[in-house]
């Protein structure tokens, strides 16, 4: 390449090539040397958001020269890639994480102890990345951390958004959203304007036969917005890999904002046309599990979609290899529907614009991609309109009918009787518009289709993707039950519960083969660790505590039970259990004499998570959840008893904090609901117990650490149907503790009643789809043998323990393996040789 530095001069250039600070001395000098230069700060002018920069500065030096050398190597090694594409990565704050991942959070916290710094305080500076919803934009973050930690060569593909998720608060107990723009300074990113791909929307489709006979298909006259890349580093725990997540942001092509209009006078309309280019990777669309259709939402798929293909496309092309290899070169993985016309996209690709036979083409297609399904609620199904398509895409369109015509035939010879079963199957849903399902395209496009915990997966089986299983037989669907990062979420957001886990088994080994916790299992009944254990549990209780000080200006009891529940405000998720638990409690407890009172635990009931702000009953839950904390959190009669408090703009970094601090956490979705669920992974593993339901991962959850140290109530998801339509043809009856809470509710003892009608009309008048009524009795009663259990420390401590030396099988590096080996068909790269080299310089 003509870019390279000639062989014979390279001796210079290594000569000087930087080596990365490795002593407090070195990270003191680079990070000097960055605020007084990069940042242009001086010593009397360096307050702590410039500490963080100049320390993020020099970690970012670092993990560069480390992300270069990883780079190189993967293109020499010249094995198979994966590319994960997702919209969605809640990746949180990077300076810590990368810190622990190269090894110097030690020499940071000196050096910076040095220059007048905490390092905590430091930390804390920087703005959590929140391109991400929830679980699945999380899950795409820790599968990043694991791949790179288990030397995968693989990269992240999705938007950069300008806007993360808002920002939550509440005013007058109601949720209100504050936009989040994050990127004021962001060292973590490399703007790569070299790297950029033209992208068209609209336009119509010209099909004619070229002098040599052939069909040429061309899709022009579209409008032309520009990817630029930006890249954002990822730095493995304990290995010299760095890999890359490339993050795409829109801009008007240089031909589309047009000089020739602006010189005319009609500069405005030329500034509207960027502005309108530049709105495509604006802001992340705030809704989880529910699909809206919007117009930009598609463009925005479509355009991330398009440049990662012509990325990956262009990568591929280098090696010369022949199209049959593609898909021994290349595995991408689809995040849920998003990206679905990725594959749409490759067949363009390679029947337009690369000449390929459309069942030559079809068939590398279909052995790249893998589809992972994260939900059965239908109304998170993505369907897009025909319409809608024809006019943004109308090749594509094309291109999804002749798919789905192929696969029709085929089906009909296979099922020659069965006319409702291709009406069934057919990627157009005959509605008034027609739909484009995507699942369908996405499960036709690829070779596998998995579920992400192991009920989940049975159930996308017998129900929404049924007539497929018949179609294609079991083989094409299987399961990767999710798993979190040990990294994250165990020894950066735990660092004490850590040190005491390695203290006993050894090592800090189990941080990269999770199963050696099973280590700790014989020191169940070593009372010196059960005591540093229980301490360290408190000590964590005390730092919320205090962090509900600082946010909500009140004091909680850190001896109190800590029961959590934190994620998205969802229906099916039932913080509404979870609060009519809570308002049952505070009655019982205003009926009782000061002597029963006396025999009570006492309770912190913690809550947090943003609704999405167009999902009005979710918004109702907030105010509830906030009514009845400014009611019970002052009644005298309660004292600390129970408080009630509902923690503001739940994220990341605050996750970090809530998440090793909980007694008992709450995943109570309504059985067959919540595909799997990665919170009850991380509480666990945080030595706190659980409060579930038979749903999500929780099955395996028992499984894996026994019956005898969960708490498990409620109905079972085969029998959520029948209960269902018992609701409206049975002799049904709403449970009349629950209707206790109503009346408590209707009375106006948390204010204004008339604002959460719709939350009990929806359970005694419109059939309780959630089945909150069902299970409150099996709630609640579950609920007082947490109470009761508790109150043998001894006995729980020891249930605690036992739980997180079993929890090995939840890491992400066990689920990316079970990935790469059956569904990628990729290896490792052997760093051994690079982990030598480092240690001798
Ligand atoms: O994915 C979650 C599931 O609810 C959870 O059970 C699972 O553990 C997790 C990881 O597999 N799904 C999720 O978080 N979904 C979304 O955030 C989401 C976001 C956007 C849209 C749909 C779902 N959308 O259609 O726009």
Redesign the pocket.
């Known amino acids: 390449v003509e870019s390279s530095i000639p062989e014979h001069m390279r001796e210079a250039w290594k000569k000087f090539s930087p080596k990365g600070f490795t002593t407090k001395d070195e990270f003191e000098s680079e990070a000097v040397k960055h605020i007084e230069t990069t940042l242009a700060r001086s010593l009397f002018n360096c307050d702590e958001l410039a500490a963080y920069s100049g320390t993020a500065l020099a970690f970012r030096d670092r993990l560069i020269i480390d992300w270069n050398k990883t780079q190189q190597r993967q293109s020499f090694a010249d094995q198979k890639r994966l590319y994960y594409l997702s919209?969605?990565f809640l990746m949180g704050r990077a300076l810590d994480n990368a810190m622990l991942n190269v090894g110097l959070k030690n020499v940071a916290k000196d050096g910076l102890a040095d220059l007048g710094f905490r390092i905590e305080d430091i930390i804390a500076q920087e703005h959590d990345a929140a391109l991400?919803?929830?679980?699945?934009?999380?899950?795409a973050a820790c599968f990043l951390d694991s791949m790179a930690t288990l030397n995968y060569a693989a990269w992240g593909y999705g938007l950069r958004y300008r806007y993360g998720i808002f920002k939550q608060e509440i005013q007058d107990g109601y949720q209100v959203e504050i936009p989040d723009y994050w990127l004021d300074f962001n060292p973590w990113e490399f703007p790569r304007h070299d790297v950029s791909v033209d992208v068209q929307f609209y336009g119509w489709v010209n099909k004619y036969t070229n002098d040599e006979g052939k069909q040429i298909v061309s899709w022009q006259d579209g409008e032309i917005v520009t990817a630029t890349a930006y890249d954002v580093p990822v730095p493995g725990y304990g290995t010299p890999t760095v890999n890359n997540l490339r993050l795409w942001s829109s801009k008007a092509s240089s031909g589309e904002f047009d000089f020739a209009k602006f010189n005319s006078g009609e500069y405005e309309s030329a500034v509207a046309d960027e502005q309108r280019a530049e709105t495509i990777s604006a802001v992340l669309?705030p809704?989880?599990?529910?699909?809206?259709g919007k117009e930009l939402?598609l463009k925005q798929q479509y355009f991330w979609c398009a440049a990662s293909l012509h990325d990956i496309v262009r990568r591929f092309k280098k090696s010369k290899r022949k199209w049959s290899e593609f898909s021994d070169q290349v595995a991408i993985q689809l995040n849920?529907t998003?990206p679905t016309l990725a594959i749409v996209e490759l067949q363009r690709i390679l029947v337009d614009m690369e000449g390929l036979g459309w069942d030559e083409a079809w068939t590398i297609v279909t052995s790249t991609f893998g589809y992972?399904n994260?939900?059965v609620l239908p109304e998170?199904l993505?369907k897009w309109s025909v319409p809608l398509i024809q006019n943004l895409l109308p090749r594509h369109l094309q291109i999804i009918y002749e798919i789905n015509l192929q696969f029709l035939q085929s089906v009909e010879k296979r099922f020659p009787k069965d006319r409702d079963l291709l009406g069934r199957v057919s990627i157009i849903e005959e509605s008034q518009p027609k739909m484009v399902r995507m699942a369908y395209l996405a499960i036709i496009g690829s070779h596998k289709v998995n579920g992400?915990?192991e009920l989940?997966s049975d159930l996308i089986k017998t129900t929404i993707f049924k007539d497929f299983v018949k179609v294609y037989g079991p083989d094409k669907f299987t399961n990767v039950t999710?798993g979190i990062t040990p990294r994250r979420w165990l020894h950066q957001a735990n660092p004490r519960l850590s040190e005491l886990i390695a203290s006993k088994i050894g090592s800090y080994e189990f941080l990269k083969d999770l199963t050696l916790l099973n280590k700790l299992e014989p020191f169940v009944d070593d009372k010196e660790f059960k005591k540093e254990w229980a301490e360290i549990k408190y000590a964590n209780k005390v730092r919320l505590a205090q962090h509900i000080q600082t946010t909500k200006g009140y004091s909680v009891n850190p001896k109190a039970l800590f029961d959590i529940q934190v994620k998205?405000i969802h229906e099916y998720k039932r913080q509404q259990l979870n609060i009519f638990g809570v308002i049952h409690r505070y009655m019982a407890i205003k009926s009782m004499s000061p002597e029963e009172r006396k025999k009570l635990v006492p309770r912190v009931s913690v809550f947090g998570g943003k609704a999405a702000p167009g999902y009005w009953m979710a918004k109702t839950i907030i105010h509830l959840i906030n009514k009845v904390g400014e009611v019970v959190n002052k009644d005298p009669d309660v004292g600390d008893l129970l408080k009630v408090v509902f923690l503001e703009d739940y994220n990341v970094s605050k996750a970090e904090i809530i998440v090793p601090a909980s007694d008992i956490s709450e995943h109570i979705s309504t059985a067959g609901t919540?595909?799997?669920?990665?919170s009850n992974m991380k509480f666990v593993l945080n030595g706190g117990m659980i409060i579930g339901t038979l749903d999500?991962?929780n099955i395996e959850i028992t499984r894996e650490i026994g019956e005898q140290n969960i708490f498990l109530f409620g109905n079972l998801s085969e029998d959520v149907e029948d209960l269902r339509h018992h609701h409206f043809y049975g002799d049904y009856k709403v449970n009349p503790e629950l209707v206790k809470v109503f009346d408590c509710i209707k009375k106006g003892t948390f204010g204004d009643e008339g604002a959460f009608g719709a939350l009990i009309s929806g359970i005694v008048e419109h059939g309780d789809y959630y089945l909150v009524s069902d299970d409150f009795n099996s709630y609640c009663q579950t609920q007082d043998l947490i109470d009761e259990a508790y109150k043998d420390q001894d006995a729980w401590v020891t249930k605690s323990i036992t739980s997180v030396a079993r929890m090995g099988f939840f890491t992400s590096d066990r689920c990316i393996n079970e990935y790469a080996d059956t569904i990628w068909n990729i290896e490792p790269l052997d760093v051994a040789e690079e982990k030598e080299v480092r240690a001798r310089t």
Do not use: I, K, Q
């Open positions: 919209l969605e991400g919803n929830g679980g699945l934009g999380r899950l669309y809704n989880d599990n529910l699909e809206r939402r849920d998003h992972t994260h939900t998170a993505e992400v915990a989940h999710n998205r919540e595909a799997s669920g990665t999500g991962a």
